[in-house]
């Protein structure tokens, strides 16, 4: 009957009630995505007729030594920051299924980070790690560990980028592996310890195999949400000092707002996003491969 | 066989009595363990906020200091000071709220009827579409200022409400629309169906029997886009200069003041930005995990 009664249902009926959805998806992200294919193959700027270049802008960026720099740190900073995410919101997911004490209170101060913005976080966190005064430095200090200069060296900036990063969007990972977890029934728990299986046990064929798609879901997620990364690097660093702190968003505004090169910007965008799928993609794969032949 | 699993119930039981045997200390460990993760995590999670509330709330010339806790004599100077010299942060605050009511209204609007649509009916055209959806959410947000940045010049929108609304909303429809979907999938179709019996057409339906029954699906999708409209910066940063600023805007301009910036002041407005968004993410925590776990996992 069910059948019978969607069948009835001509499609096109539907099409009123999602054109505007996807209308303005096509007006907003679609077109301009393909206009700035079109625009990554000509020259242009300001106030000039823009004139077909072929593969050029492409030929610029890559052989631009700037461009590789703020790929190899986009690339440092986002294995980093999933990653480590992924862990913590694995352990806290586990944490918090194993029952704790003012649980609702609990997921509320992990939730809080959510609600701060990009701007607000940098403020915190640049003066947690304030080199002269900053509270984690005085931390640092007392441990023996010398001072996030996160100013002056490269590295040190980037670091602050991935742990400020990491701080913003775990709850999003926390959320998604947590749900997954709760999701898993507790007879499959019961039946694991009645056979004898230790808490390893249980964590390693219980636990993981079941919390695969969630993992890889979270995964692919903050992959892609993570390439993006702007606003953060932007507020603390500008990219600098002398570009070195650089991530492929920074280098495109740089190109097309600072040295009004559409041309090499657009070629940059179009880059960014085949690598941002090959990344997310040929990472995935394996994974998924591997999990599933162990599985076996 | 089943003389196997017996035995093997037996050893398990037996193991189980060993573990429990040797408990007190282990569960001490336990807990001990569990109360230092718990502090790690309160301290990391709030840690960070906890100290721009303090300092937000301390004089200028000791928010550096060393040791102040103990000496700490909270004042409201650094608000004042905001109030009086910082009249842009204000006017930022309500165009934050104006884009983040505007946007959030047609996100929801738009994701609801879309929802509607791939929820009740099948087609060549509709899988096409939804995987397209999907797929343009993988595009960096920065790739498409590009062309836009022209295009919004052109038509007068640059620095305008409307501009930011759209962008907001557009990057939000199609989360929007699966979460929409998830929630609308569980109506049952048997109401559809019943309203068709009686002649209703199916706007009817969408108005009348949708619309009432996923007010929940509406409430996710609209704490996704209030969030993200009430913080974003990279859009107001490009698309705004002066009449449409956005609260985070006008922050990073508070940072970038070459002139040595106000630290104190900066953590006042910091706070006030922060204070209504975190309240609402505390309160709508229920929603908000529906609809991260229904948009995540079906999407």
Known sequence: ?296 | MPSDHAVAAGAAASRRQNREAALPLRRIGAILGKALAVAFILFWSIGPIAMIAKAAFTPERDIFAVGSLTAWRPTIDNFIVLWTRWGDFFTGLTNSLIVTVGATILAVLVSTLAGFGYSRWRSRFLSGSVFAMIALRLLPPIVTTLPLFPIVNALGLSDTYTVLIILYAAFFVSLGTMVMRTFIDQIPRELDEAAMMDGATQRQIMTRVILPLSAQGMVAVAIFVIVYAWNEFLFAFIFTTKHAKTAPLVMSEMIGSLEGVEWGVLFAATLVQLLPILIFVVLCQRHLIEGLTAGATKG
């Open chain 1, 1 to 296: 009957m069910a059948a019978l009664a969607t069948g009835e249902r001509d499609s096109r009926s539907a099409l009123p009630f999602v054109l505007p959805a996807l209308a303005l998806l096509a007006a907003v992200i679609l077109i301009p995505a393909v206009y700035v294919l079109w625009l990554s193959f000509q020259e242009s700027t300001f106030g000039k007729a823009a004139t077909f270049v072929g593969f050029a802008n492409y030929a610029k960026v890559l052989g631009d030594p700037y461009f590789w720099r703020s790929l190899g740190n986009t690339v440092a900073v986002v294995l980093v920051v999933v990653h480590v995410e992924l862990l913590l919101g694995l352990a806290m997911a586990l944490l918090f299924a194993g029952g704790l004490p003012f649980r609702k209170f609990l997921i509320a101060a992990v939730l809080a980070p959510y609600a701060v913005s990009e701007v607000g976080a940098v403020v915190m966190w640049r003066t947690l790690f304030d080199p002269d005064t900053g509270f984690m430095t005085r931390v640092l200090n007392a441990i023996g560990l010398p001072p996030l200069e996160w100013a002056v060296t490269p590295s040190h900036g980037l670091a602050l980028v991935a742990l400020l990063s990491i701080w913003l969007h775990l709850p999003f990972t926390f959320i998604i592996l947590y749900a997954a977890r709760l999701a898993i029934p507790k007879e499959l728990y019961e039946a694991a310890r009645i056979d004898g299986a230790n808490g390893w046990q249980i964590f390693r064929r219980v636990t993981v195999p079941l919390l695969v798609p969630a993992i890889l879901v979270a995964m692919l997620f903050r992959y892609i949400f993570a390439y993006r990364l702007f606003s953060e690097v932007w507020l603390l660093t500008q990219g600098g000092p002398a570009r070195s702190t650089e991530v492929v968003a920074v280098y495109l505004y740089l190109e097309a707002f600072r040295y009004n090169d559409f041309g090499a910007a657009a070629a940059t965008g179009w880059i960014m996003v085949l690598t941002s799928l090959l990344l997310a993609s040929v990472y995935l794969r394996k994974l998924y491969r591997e999990m599933f032949a162990r599985a076996e």
